[in-house]
């Protein structure tokens, strides 16, 4: 089965640090891209990060950039997101979704098709 | 950064009736969009993948329309598991590849 887990949410204090890993299984990371998006309580989600394969390219949105970092481990099957500086709004679960490539002969521009089930960063004193 | 309208925010529906979706944006980004289901505790699902494309599974009861700036996720006919937020995201040229708000459908 094609599945994505995270792990390394919990509660931090404003100001300090989490590492949330993202284990693939059922599938090689090492051919696809990947996203971090991130979800407040009662709010839609949110695009906050992606990497492509062979980490040649990343981004970031503006909320994040400078204080989070997207990485991956080929050989480990799994995606991180360091996440340093935090603060109460960057509370929210986090979801790390798959960008799927070709599929069907068709290059996926726009759609993630494999989420993990996410996990929740909760930043307070 | 491109601004993802949709419409309307909540809609009250019964079984079988057709449900036509809208996502507008603040700027063409081609056929570059996909919509998303999401219940609640759950990840979003995809549900259609560059406009109009259904992703792996999806009933044939969703479709997806639209390019450049107005988008539509029609449901043919609701199904009691489709009352769900309903969410379109654009993944133009750069990033941020932001959502729209979402539009709740839910049980009349």
């Known amino acids: 089965e094609v599945q994505l887990v995270e792990s390394g949410g919990a509660l931090v204090q404003p100001g300090g640090s989490l590492r949330l890993s993202c284990a693939a299984s059922g599938f090689s990371v090492s051919n696809y891209s990947f996203n971090w998006v991130r979800q407040a309580p009662g709010k839609g989600p949110e695009w906050i990060s992606y990497i492509t394969s062979g980490s040649r390219t990343t981004y970031y949105s503006d909320s994040v950039k400078g204080r989070f970092t997207i990485s991956r481990d080929d050989a480990a099957n799994s995606l991180y997101l360091q996440m340093d500086s935090l603060r109460a709004e960057d509370t929210s679960v986090y979801y790390c979704a798959r960008d799927p490539g070709h599929t069907g002969g068709h290059f996926v521009r726009a759609g993630m098709d494999v989420w993990g089930q996410g996990t929740t960063v909760t930043v307070s004193s | 950064e491109i601004i993802l309208t949709q419409s309307p925010a909540t809609l009250s529906l019964s079984p079988g009736e057709r449900v036509t979706l809208s996502c507008r944006a603040s700027?063409?980004?081609?056929?570059?969009l996909a919509w998303y289901q999401q219940k609640p505790g759950q990840a979003p699902r995809l549900l259609i993948y560059?406009?109009?494309n259904r992703a792996a599974g999806i009933p044939a009861r969703f479709s997806g329309s639209g390019s450049g700036t107005d988008f539509t996720l029609t449901i043919s006919s609701l199904e009691p598991e489709d009352f769900a937020i309903y969410y379109c995201?654009?993944?133009?040229?750069?990033?941020?590849?932001?959502f729209g708000q979402g539009t709740k459908v839910e049980i009349k």
């Open positions: 700027q063409s980004v081609s056929t570059y």
């Open positions: 560059d406009a109009s």
């Open positions: 995201q654009q993944r133009g040229n750069w990033p941020p590849w932001t």
